[in-house]
């Protein structure tokens, strides 16, 4: 297993694709703006997952196996989807006010049952504007988090299962950002007054069909395989990654990562249209085709890490970590070495 993560000195790939983008297509820019729909989507699914667990709650814990098969096949694609919803409200892609967007936000966190929407969007914007960077990306594991869960396939699988509580320890390290103001507490009094609901309407049964469904939605199940599509590489000349398939549909699109990270200020249901206005820029790029698969390999593939990820860095007198080849593409920011792949 590697002891660090991939190093590089170079500028993160995005803005200078996203330069050359709309300077080849600049009706590209007609596709950035808001879609006020989204928040209807995140009011059907808090309905449908309320819906679903007072039915559970009805029935009871006698039917736990009907939960745990209700949860794997729907509730988790739901939860899912407002995970998708939280980000794109994260980036005011839904309503031109932040306080709609952050209220948006709220409400596609209750079935989540924890209130991690507003901390999501303080730290996830870091990650845009310094991608790779130690100091400032929460989507890096921590050193301490990488060396225990190792290249071990039981210890990445409970890293996959209990994901959202790993998270939770990155923030601390980030520079400049505060975790808890108005918004966090108007997200921690929300979820704590639909946890209490829940229990008293839906009963027990109820929420642990919710408890259910959250964890499936990040973990050990084909769209927990999101987290490692997006930056997960085991080729350090490409640090991106987009995934092009079937659960996109239910997922709202989350697999067009390069298109996103490329133009954050693109909603959801444009993405797919960003590849195809550009399809030179896309084609090339290596990509995933199955989530399925994805989980596989990185639980088995002992060459998969938490290190394997890049570290964006400037230059070190540090000869421990060796930093990969010179990369000269001054558009991608990695030097691709092969055309249309799939993994």
Not at 79 to 107: C, E, G, P, Q
Not at 300 to 327: G, H, V
């Amino acid at each position: 297993m590697q002891a660090f993560f991939h190093q590089s000195e170079l500028d993160q790939p995005h803005p200078a694709r996203a330069r050359a983008i709309i300077k080849a297509h600049p009706e590209v820019r007609q596709l950035m703006v808001r879609n006020p729909y989204t928040a209807l989507i995140a009011l059907s699914l808090l309905i449908m997952q309320t819906a679903i667990a007072f039915g559970m709650g009805t029935l009871g814990f006698g039917y736990w196996w009907l939960s745990l098969l209700i949860a794997y096949c729907i509730g988790a694609f739901a939860n899912h989807a407002n995970y998708v919803i939280i980000h794109d409200a994260t980036h005011n892609l839904i309503f031109r006010s932040k306080s709609w967007n952050k209220m948006v936000a709220i409400i596609a966190d209750l079935p989540n049952l924890t209130p991690g929407a507003m901390g999501f969007r303080v730290y996830h914007l870091k990650h845009h504007s310094h991608q790779g960077d130690f100091e400032w990306d929460a989507d890096l594991a921590n050193h301490w988090e990488a060396h225990l869960v190792g290249n071990k396939w039981y210890r990445k699988a409970l890293w996959l299962m209990f994901f959202p509580f790993f998270q939770l320890t990155r923030p601390p390290r980030i520079k400049a950002i505060t975790m808890c103001d108005r918004w966090f507490l108007v997200n921690l009094a929300c979820a704590a007054a639909y946890d209490v609901a829940v229990v008293y309407f839906c009963g027990w049964a109820g929420l642990f069909y919710l408890v259910l469904s959250f964890f499936f939605s990040i973990g050990l199940h084909p769209v927990g395989a999101r987290w490692i599509q997006e930056h997960y590489t085991n080729d350090p000349e490409q640090e991106t990654y987009s995934y092009y398939g079937p659960i996109n549909l239910l997922c709202l699109n989350m697999g067009y990562h390069n298109e996103h990270h490329d133009l954050p200020s693109i909603p959801w249901n444009n993405l797919p249209k960003v590849r195809s206005l550009a399809p030179e820029f896309y084609d090339t790029l290596k990509y995933h085709s199955s989530w399925s698969r994805l989980l596989f390999q990185f639980i088995f593939d002992k060459r998969y890490s938490l290190y394997s990820r890049i570290e964006r860095t400037k230059q070190r007198n540090d000869s421990s970590r060796a930093l990969p080849r010179t990369i000269k593409d001054p558009i991608n920011g990695v030097a691709l070495t092969a055309t249309a792949n799939r993994f």
